[in-house]
């Protein structure tokens, strides 16, 4: 089984940044494809933001294009997700997900099998 633990979030206002953090237990974590997904209240859970193996290979949703940024860092077990210019829209809470041995990015959440119990963002105008 592999543990997934995210933190990082918290209530910031609109303009303001977080920096979410993910640790993935495993010591093949460097094959994992990592995910960060958002569910707001009453709506459906959506991908934000994915990365394989190769560090070039990211997904973005359009709606936080330009604005989040993806990244992992293998020797650590971890991906981040770096939020700017947050907006009330993004409010949700955040989960991480994990796959090993995913070969490509994955958008769908049942590519996932290993998942965080999420984190809270709130963002207030």
């Known amino acids: 089984q592999v543990q997934v633990v995210e933190s990082g979030g918290g209530l910031v206002q609109t303009g303001g940044s977080l920096r979410l953090s993910c640790v993935a237990s495993?010591?093949?974590?460097?094959?994992?494809?990592m995910g960060w997904f958002r569910q707001a209240p009453g709506k459906e859970r959506i991908c934000v933001a994915s990365?394989?193996?190769?560090?070039?290979?990211?997904f973005y949703a359009n709606s936080v294009k330009g604005r989040f940024t993806i990244s992992r860092d293998n020797a650590k077990n971890t991906v981040y997700l770096q939020m700017n210019s947050l907006k009330p829209e993004d409010t949700a809470v955040y989960y991480c997900?994990?796959?090993?041995?995913?070969?490509?990015?994955?958008?769908?959440?049942?590519?996932?099998?290993?998942w965080g119990q999420g984190t809270q963002v709130t963002v207030s105008s």
């Open positions: 997900a994990a796959q090993p041995g995913g070969a490509t990015i994955l958008l769908s959440r049942s590519s996932y099998d290993y």
């Open positions: 495993g010591r093949t974590f460097s094959t994992y494809t």
């Open positions: 990365i394989s193996w190769s560090v070039d290979s990211t």
